[in-house]
Protein backbone atom coordinates (compact mmCIF):
# COMPACT_ATOMS: atom_id res chain seq x y z
CA UNK A 1 0.00 0.00 0.00
CA UNK A 2 0.88 3.47 -1.22
CA UNK A 3 0.12 6.49 1.59
CA UNK A 4 0.23 9.69 0.49
CA UNK A 5 -0.48 12.43 3.17
CA UNK A 6 -0.64 16.04 2.77
CA UNK A 7 0.75 18.93 5.82
CA UNK A 8 -3.23 19.36 6.40
CA UNK A 9 -3.51 15.90 7.86
CA UNK A 10 -5.51 14.09 4.38
CA UNK A 11 -4.60 11.00 3.42
CA UNK A 12 -4.76 8.84 0.50
CA UNK A 13 -4.30 5.46 -0.12
CA UNK A 14 -3.46 3.32 -3.04
CA UNK A 15 -3.25 -0.45 -3.20
CA UNK A 16 -0.34 -1.91 -4.87
CA UNK A 17 0.57 -5.98 -5.96
CA UNK A 18 4.14 -5.31 -5.26
CA UNK A 19 6.69 -2.39 -4.55
CA UNK A 20 7.28 -1.79 -8.15
CA UNK A 21 3.75 -0.12 -8.58
CA UNK A 22 4.99 3.14 -6.95
CA UNK A 23 4.79 5.31 -10.51
CA UNK A 24 0.83 3.88 -11.04
CA UNK A 25 0.29 4.88 -7.33
CA UNK A 26 1.40 8.04 -8.11
CA UNK A 27 -0.53 8.32 -11.29
CA UNK A 28 -3.66 7.79 -9.72
CA UNK A 29 -3.02 9.85 -6.86
CA UNK A 30 -2.44 12.58 -9.12
CA UNK A 31 -5.61 12.16 -10.73
CA UNK A 32 -7.69 11.92 -8.25
CA UNK A 33 -6.45 14.20 -6.33
CA UNK A 34 -4.21 16.76 -8.27
CA UNK A 35 -0.65 17.85 -8.55
CA UNK A 36 1.11 18.68 -5.16
CA UNK A 37 3.61 21.22 -5.49
CA UNK A 38 5.99 18.68 -3.44
CA UNK A 39 6.14 15.04 -2.97
CA UNK A 40 8.43 14.50 0.08
CA UNK A 41 9.92 10.83 0.38
CA UNK A 42 12.29 8.55 1.97
CA UNK A 43 15.46 7.47 0.26
CA UNK A 44 13.64 4.23 -0.86
CA UNK A 45 14.56 3.27 -4.18
CA UNK A 46 11.13 2.00 -6.16
CA UNK A 47 9.90 5.59 -4.44
CA UNK A 48 13.30 7.99 -5.92
CA UNK A 49 13.20 5.54 -9.43
CA UNK A 50 13.61 7.25 -12.73
CA UNK A 51 9.92 7.01 -13.66
CA UNK A 52 9.10 8.71 -10.57
CA UNK A 53 11.43 11.36 -11.16
CA UNK A 54 10.14 11.66 -14.76
CA UNK A 55 6.36 11.64 -13.86
CA UNK A 56 6.71 14.42 -10.95
CA UNK A 57 8.91 16.56 -13.46
CA UNK A 58 5.87 16.21 -16.19
CA UNK A 59 3.40 17.24 -13.43
CA UNK A 60 5.68 20.32 -12.24
CA UNK A 61 6.18 18.58 -8.38
CA UNK A 62 9.13 18.95 -7.08
CA UNK A 63 10.37 15.42 -5.47
CA UNK A 64 12.15 16.06 -2.01
CA UNK A 65 13.73 12.86 -0.44
CA UNK A 66 14.67 12.60 2.94
CA UNK A 67 18.12 11.70 4.83
CA UNK A 68 18.54 7.75 5.27
CA UNK A 69 17.86 6.81 8.74
CA UNK A 70 14.98 9.88 9.48
CA UNK A 71 11.90 8.37 9.71
CA UNK A 72 10.78 10.70 12.12
CA UNK A 73 10.98 13.51 9.88
CA UNK A 74 8.05 12.44 7.40
CA UNK A 75 5.00 13.06 8.11
CA UNK A 76 3.82 9.93 6.16
CA UNK A 77 5.85 7.58 8.87
CA UNK A 78 2.93 9.04 11.76
CA UNK A 79 0.19 8.18 9.77
CA UNK A 80 1.10 4.77 8.14
CA UNK A 81 0.89 3.80 12.28
CA UNK A 82 -2.40 5.55 13.20
CA UNK A 83 -3.50 3.85 9.29
CA UNK A 84 -2.07 0.41 10.27
CA UNK A 85 -3.22 0.38 13.99
CA UNK A 86 -6.54 1.67 12.67
CA UNK A 87 -6.88 -1.11 10.51
CA UNK A 88 -5.85 -4.02 12.81
CA UNK A 89 -8.12 -3.20 15.74
CA UNK A 90 -11.33 -2.91 13.03
CA UNK A 91 -10.32 -6.14 11.66
CA UNK A 92 -9.95 -7.76 14.72
CA UNK A 93 -13.34 -6.05 16.14
CA UNK A 94 -15.26 -7.05 13.13
CA UNK A 95 -13.56 -10.98 12.74
CA UNK A 96 -12.64 -9.67 8.83
CA UNK A 97 -10.87 -12.15 6.75
CA UNK A 98 -7.14 -10.49 6.69
CA UNK A 99 -7.77 -10.80 2.43
CA UNK A 100 -10.06 -7.66 2.75
CA UNK A 101 -7.39 -5.48 4.68
CA UNK A 102 -7.14 -2.74 1.78
CA UNK A 103 -10.60 -1.92 2.05
CA UNK A 104 -10.17 -1.38 5.60
CA UNK A 105 -7.16 0.81 4.94
CA UNK A 106 -9.13 2.98 2.60
CA UNK A 107 -12.17 3.04 5.15
CA UNK A 108 -9.98 4.24 7.68
CA UNK A 109 -8.73 6.52 5.33
CA UNK A 110 -12.17 8.21 4.28
CA UNK A 111 -12.56 8.40 8.07
CA UNK A 112 -9.39 10.29 8.65
CA UNK A 113 -10.17 12.69 5.74
CA UNK A 114 -13.86 13.37 6.99
CA UNK A 115 -13.19 13.92 11.29
CA UNK A 116 -12.30 17.45 11.82
CA UNK A 117 -9.80 18.28 13.69
CA UNK A 118 -8.60 21.34 15.84
CA UNK A 119 -5.45 22.01 13.53
CA UNK A 120 -4.89 25.71 12.84
CA UNK A 121 -3.92 24.79 8.67
CA UNK A 122 -7.20 23.79 8.42
CA UNK A 123 -9.44 26.45 9.76
CA UNK A 124 -12.37 24.80 11.42
CA UNK A 125 -12.29 22.19 8.53
CA UNK A 126 -12.12 18.42 7.87
CA UNK A 127 -9.23 17.65 6.02
CA UNK A 128 -11.32 16.59 3.03
CA UNK A 129 -12.11 20.00 2.53
CA UNK A 130 -8.65 21.04 2.09
CA UNK A 131 -7.87 19.12 -0.81
CA UNK A 132 -11.62 19.16 -2.61
CA UNK A 133 -11.95 21.82 -5.54
CA UNK A 134 -15.69 23.91 -6.02
Known amino acids: MQLFV ?27 I ?8 DAAGEQTSHEVKRFCQQMGTT ?3 LEEGTPWV ?3 ELYIGLIKEAVRKDMKDSNCPLAFWDYCAE ?5 NNLTARNL ?9 FSVVKN
Open 34 to 41: GAPDAIIC
Open 107 to 111: RRARI
Open 6 to 32: TDKGFVYVVAMRSKGDVPLALKVFAKE
Open 120 to 128: FQLDGRNAH
Open 63 to 65: LRV
Open 74 to 76: NRA
